[in-house]
Every structure is written in structure tokens, then in C-alpha cells.
């Protein structure tokens, strides 16, 4: 028997085979919010401060456990979406470098601001979280994706990394 292939006709002895591929897609989700949020988040909303980011993420502080977000920004600052990167435990969380650049990658993100909360309402920055804001801006520039901020949200204060020089 004959097939066509690339390179041209060729003879094969037997019956042509299957080959299967994986194929990867991004599968978005929406999170729905029931309360009235419209007040201080807005749709196409720019965050143009740290202060206007700890302000709508202050609701962290009811939280027990760490969490790690972060938000995925447009061109102009946008929000695109947000991805929470880790819930840990009372004093901590697992930040996974990969996930947090491969969700920026799906979601086509210019630049990611990165927030988490300290539970006990102390914003002062633990040597793991200059680490981990180091290693990420140095990978997001690799990439092209931008690290504008780091802010750690406290009891009604919060702490930016930019405002501080740590970034």
C-alpha cells in the first residue's frame, strides 16, 4: 500500500497507525461573590496604589490561614483576573513559582500584584517573604511579566514592597 506523506509517496507494509496527542487548554472559572461589592470593586477598575489594593483586599484579615494571591493585570492595570496561588497555615504558605507563572501565562497578564495576609495582623515582612518577591520578580522579568507589588495585608494596615524598597 502507498501513503502520502511530508516527504512524498511512500510504500508501507501495513495498516497506517493512530498517534494521540494531549492537548492542553485554559478552562477559566468564574467565583461568585454574593455581597455588595460594586462599592470598591469596580468592572475595568485601574489600581494605580498599594493603599487601593490592601483596601479591597482587607476582607483577608477575617481569614485564619495565610493566603496567596495574586492579581493578573492588563496593559493599563487592569484587573484580569485573580488566582489564589496558596492557602497555608496559621504563619505561612507554600508559594509555588511555577503556578503562580503559569496561571499569568493562561490568563495573558502584563503584570501581577502579589498580596497575602498575615493572621496575626503584623505586616513586617518574614525572610522568606523578601525571598520569594525577589525570586518572583527576577522569573516575571525572564518572562515578561511584571511584578509591580507585593503587599502584605495586616490588622487595617498593610505593607507594599515597592513603597518600602524591597522590590
Known amino acids: 500500500m502507498t501513503i502520502d506523506t511530508l516527504f512524498g509517496k511512500e510504500e508501507v507494509t501495513s495498516k497506517p497507525r493512530s498517534i494521540k496527542f494531549k492537548q492542553i487548554k485554559a478552562v477559566f472559572e468564574t467565583l461568585i461573590v454574593r455581597e455588595e461589592i460594586t462599592d470598591?470593586?469596580?468592572?475595568?477598575?485601574?489600581?494605580?496604589?498599594?493603599?487601593q489594593v490592601s483596601d479591597t483586599f482587607q476582607f483577608l484579615m477575617k481569614e485564619t490561614k495565610e493566603?496567596?494571591?495574586?492579581?493578573?493585570?492588563?496593559?493599563?492595570n487592569r484587573i484580569l483576573c485573580m488566582d489564589i496561588v496558596s492557602i497555608g497555615g496559621l504563619n505561612q504558605s507554600i508559594v509555588d513559582m511555577r503556578s503562580v507563572f503559569q496561571t499569568a501565562c493562561l490568563s495573558a497578564a502584563a503584570a501581577i500584584i502579589c498580596i497575602h495576609n498575615?493572621?496575626?495582623?503584623?505586616?513586617?515582612?518574614?525572610?522568606?517573604?523578601i525571598s520569594i518577591t525577589r525570586r518572583l520578580k527576577?522569573?516575571?522579568?525572564?518572562?515578561g511579566i511584571k511584578l509591580l507589588d507585593h503587599i502584605i495585608v495586616g490588622d487595617g494596615e498593610y505593607l507594599s514592597f515597592v513603597e518600602r524598597g524591597l522590590l
Do not use: C, N, V, W
Request: proline share 8%.
Open 118 to 129: 498575615h493572621p496575626s495582623g503584623d505586616t513586617t515582612p518574614s525572610s522568606e517573604d
Open 40 to 51: 470598591y470593586l469596580k468592572t475595568g477598575q485601574r489600581y494605580t496604589t498599594p493603599a
Open 138 to 143: 527576577d522569573a516575571g522579568e525572564i518572562m
Open 67 to 76: 493566603q496567596f494571591l495574586t492579581l493578573h493585570l492588563d496593559g493599563k
